[in-house]
């Protein structure tokens, strides 16, 4: 009897498989959605074929998308937009009602949570008038062996215990930190909504080095070939060298287009690929120059950090239908890295508001398939 109900369980594990996953599925094939029933404007992180991710209803999901079930899901008390960071057994998110959360990542129970002051923070959400905030993101926590970095709306950056969540160390800027920091060399490079780009002693929390931009930076700062790269909302793109700030290059995006997007580095040394804003491009750029090598249209905002595997760039880009306005397009292509031609995309489905959908965040690729986080409230799934 125990033998048969193995047997019965490996014939609908397989049964599973092959119904949500066509065995001869082409590149860009779709296979299956999954709903959350909120906007996603949150990140993808996966690893070992489970995904996490979170969503406008609370939740962080871990679900498993060979099997498609949801594994556990967590609900916090708002909003959840920032990327999961998988850390061994441990999952780093933040939610919108102040929190960092720390999660065992197999059963997603709570091991602690810590205050980022911020969960009375009212959101400047995008529209067609001014203030031009457009206060739609959220820092992701990032970790090393010791610390769990996140910046907060109240203006600081804060330094957590891995182990139990005290707070080691802040540094204040004078702005919202909405961009996620990241960890090179002994410092973790931070950016303000205060225009400036920060190295702080990622023991200390002290102050190296500071660069000023003209404008707010939703951009998060990525090293690249021992480069930063950081975009600011002054419409230019900036590679500064790590150690001392100083500027290597500056370039200004087309038609005066803020610099939204976030950098995501080749697998090939000397090149990285980022989006725009108003410039609707995706751009393939040298890192040691910043020279463009191609720039592809995208329907609409290119606001996300676009995800490279082998072949393929992937990115996602918002719309609007705004009377008087230019428009935009929502928007999901596979581009091939070499050539810059669309090798696949998607129009998502509109939805109401001023950002009448698409695909602002990250997607995440794993086993052969890339997640899609869609306004639309739905993970869409394609073959990789």
């Not at 980022?274 to 995208?298: E, N, R, Y």
């Amino acid at each position: 009897m125990a033998l048969q109900r193995k047997i019965a369980a490996l014939v609908w594990a397989l049964f599973i498989t092959l119904s949500s996953t066509p065995v001869f599925a082409k590149s860009g094939q779709y296979l299956y959605s999954f709903q959350t029933g909120s906007e996603n404007w949150g990140s993808i992180s996966a690893k070992s074929h489970i995904a996490y991710f979170g969503s406008d209803n609370g939740n962080l999901y871990a679900f498993d998308v060979d099997q498609v079930k949801v594994r556990w899901t967590y609900l916090t008390g708002a909003k959840v937009r920032s990327k999961p960071f998988i850390d061994n057994h441990r999952i780093f998110i933040t939610s919108d009602d102040g929190f960092l959360y720390a999660l065992n990542r197999w059963s997603g129970k709570l091991l602690w949570k810590a205050s980022l002051n911020d969960g009375g923070h009212q959101r400047i959400l995008p529209a067609n008038h001014a203030p031009w905030e457009f206060d739609y993101t959220k820092s992701s926590p990032i970790a090393d062996s010791r610390f769990v970095y996140v910046g907060s709306a109240d203006g600081y950056f804060y330094a957590f215990s891995k182990r139990n969540g005290e707070m080691r160390w802040r540094f204040k800027t004078q702005g919202m930190i909405r961009a996620t920091a990241t960890i090179y060399q002994g410092k973790v490079f931070v950016a303000s909504w205060d225009g400036h780009v920060y190295a702080l002693d990622k023991h200390s929390g002290k102050l190296i080095w500071q660069y000023q931009t003209q404008g707010a930076i939703p951009s998060s700062p990525v090293i690249v070939d021992d480069i930063l790269v950081v975009g600011s909302r002054d419409t230019y793109l900036y590679g500064l060298a790590p150690y001392n700030g100083q500027i290597i290059w500056q370039k200004a995006l087309p038609g005066g287009s803020w610099v939204e997007s976030s950098a995501v580095a080749d697998s090939d040394d000397g090149y990285f690929y980022i989006g725009s804003s108003d410039a609707k491009l995706l751009f393939k750029m040298k890192t040691q120059t910043g020279d463009i090598v191609w720039q592809v249209a995208t329907p609409g905002w290119s606001w996300g950090q676009p995800v490279v595997d082998e072949d393929r760039v992937y990115i996602g880009s918002t719309g609007h239908d705004e009377p008087g306005w230019f428009m935009t397009q929502r928007g999901f292509m596979a581009v091939d890295k070499e050539s810059g031609e669309t090798a696949w995309d998607y129009q998502p489905s509109m939805i109401s508001g001023f950002v009448h959908g698409g695909v602002y965040a990250s997607p995440a690729v794993s086993a052969g398939k890339v997640l899609i986080p869609d306004l639309d409230g739905y993970i869409h799934v394609y073959r990789q």
